[in-house]
């Protein structure tokens, strides 16, 4: 059940294409590789990401290429 308190923000996909840096079609290969967060049906043809597991994704991408680059130099 989710934290009455929290603060839940749903993005659409314009919004996280762009701050991913990925095509549309890159992300349905991620959603469907359960490689990126699925998105909420909001209606019939409409979904939407929440923002917090969008950005999470990305500092996953963050963290993985500092690991990455650290094991470059050993």
Do not use: K, Y
């Amino acid at each position: 059940m989710l934290d009455a308190t929290a603060s839940h923000t749903l993005i659409r996909r314009p919004e996280v294409l762009q701050r991913c840096g990925i095509s549309n079609t890159t992300l349905h290969r991620l959603i469907h590789a359960d490689d990126f967060p699925a998105p909420i049906q909001l209606g019939s043809r409409a979904v939407a990401w929440v923002e917090s597991e969008v950005n999470e994704w990305i500092e996953q991408r963050i963290e993985a290429r500092r690991v990455n680059e650290g094991a470059a130099f050993r």
